[in-house]
């Protein structure tokens, strides 16, 4: 499965994110805008380090703060938009390699066992 996702990886647009960013940048895509300390709390790591990690996704300009609208105190992280354009596109090229080597190297019948066993990890990844 590793060999797999290297390989849609190569399809994609690569990144120079390191792996505390590559979280945060998950977590807000997932979960939407937080702030920092909410970010610190679920990777569970200090503030000030989630500050370090936040400052340079911000010098990359791939996510940007703004004021709470319910509280204008805090400051919500969250992605640009355009970074968010650059995850679809990846994510687009990579759903392209993945079902273009589908089709050239399953047959009909592996790809319908291969849509059943999809069905159940979800099933699975769900309970």
């Known amino acids: 499965m590793s060999k797999l ?3 849609a990886r190569e ?8 792996s505390a960013q590559k979280l945060v940048l998950f977590h807000l895509e ?8 909410a970010l610190a709390r679920a990777q569970r790591v ?3 380090s989630m500050r370090i990690t936040v ?8 996510v940007k703060g703004e004021a709470d609208p319910t509280d204008g105190r805090k400051t919500l ?17 990579k759903e392209d390699w993945l079902i273009r080597a589908l089709q050239a190297q ?3 019948r592996e790809q319908a066992t291969l849509a059943a066993a999809v069905g159940l990890l979800q099933r699975l990844a769900d309970s």
Do not use: N, Y
Request: charged share 20%; no cysteine; hydrophobic share 30%.
């Open 11 to 18: 399809h994609s647009q690569s990144s120079d994110f390191t």
């Open 46 to 48: 200090k503030p000030q």
């Open 5 to 7: 996702v290297r390989r």
């Open 77 to 93: 992280i969250d992605l640009t938009p355009t970074f968010r354009r650059t995850l679809q596109a990846s994510r687009a090229a």
């Open 106 to 108: 399953l047959s009909p």
């Open 55 to 62: 400052a340079g996704l911000e010098t990359l300009g791939v």
């Open 30 to 37: 997932r979960d939407g805008p937080a702030t920092v300390s």
